[in-house]
């Protein structure tokens, strides 16, 4: 079972730095995408670290911003997110508040 999380955010320029945080240890490719990407699967790759935890470093504008990851295929919520709106597609998206 894949759970995540979200942390660390550092304030650079006008944007924060917010670490992301996904538990797969089964999974071969993790995407995470959002509008900062124009929900692009392919562009944002996790890195894998040997306990089987992705992570990704993105500098997000302040404000409320969603995303969604993308673990080999399927869409998946962040389990660990306590926040989130319904999408067009009638699921939800996770939803971060940057400070």
Request: proline share 5%; glycine share 8%; hydrophobic share 35%.
């Amino acid at each position: 079972m894949a759970t995540a999380t979200t942390g660390k955010q550092q304030k650079r320029s006008g944007a924060q730095e917010v670490e992301f945080t996904f538990m797969a240890p089964d999974a071969k490719k993790v995407f995470i995408a959002g509008p900062f990407n124009d929900w692009n699967t392919q562009t944002m790759q996790m890195k894998k670290e040997k306990n089987g935890m992705w992570k990704i470093k993105l500098k997000l504008p302040q404000g409320k911003c969603e995303y969604k990851f993308f673990v080999d295929g399927v869409w998946m919520n962040d389990s660990a997110c306590p926040e989130s709106v319904p999408n067009s597609f009638g699921t939800s998206n996770s939803i971060i508040n940057v400070h």
